[in-house]
Nanobody, 124 residues
Framework: QVQLLESGGGLVQPGGSLKLSCAAS????????MGWFRQAPGKERAFVAG????????YYEDSVRGRFTISRDSGKNTVFLQMNSLKPEDTAIYYC?????????????????WGQGTQVTVSS
């Protein structure tokens, strides 16, 4: 069983930055691929970024590549999402997620564990 707790959301102006954190319980953190999804009002939850469990290979949705960076600190069982050059269209609830195994998937049904979500609002 893995429990995930996100933090770091908030209100930021366009062009600003935020860093989301996701603390995971459990002692086998490195055996899980981790991901971030987001859900904007009226839209389905969508893949944002993912990082594999062992090699640390990263994956991004096209609209955030070059602006967002996902990373993990296995010693602290934490995954991060650094978000730069934020745009109003990045406004959404951001969810941390984990799946057993080391392969990142871009489909939410492939993930077994979810955090409660953290709100990110980009507005002037």
């Amino acid at each position: 069983q893995v429990q995930l707790l996100e933090s770091g959301g908030g209100l930021v102006q366009p062009g600003g930055s935020l860093k989301l954190s996701c603390a995971a319980s459990g002692r086998t953190f490195s055996r899980y691929a981790m991901g971030w999804f987001r859900q904007a009002p009226g839209k389905e939850r969508a893949f944002v970024a993912g990082i594999s469990g062992s090699s640390g290979i990263t994956y991004y949705e096209d609209s955030v590549r070059g602006r967002f960076t996902i990373s993990r600190d296995s010693g602290k069982n934490t995954v991060f999402l650094q978000m730069n050059s934020l745009k109003p269209e990045d406004t959404a609830i951001y969810y941390c997620t984990a799946r057993a195994g080391t392969v990142v998937r871009r489909v939410q049904s492939e993930y077994e564990y979810w955090g409660q979500g953290t709100q990110v609002t980009v507005s002037s």
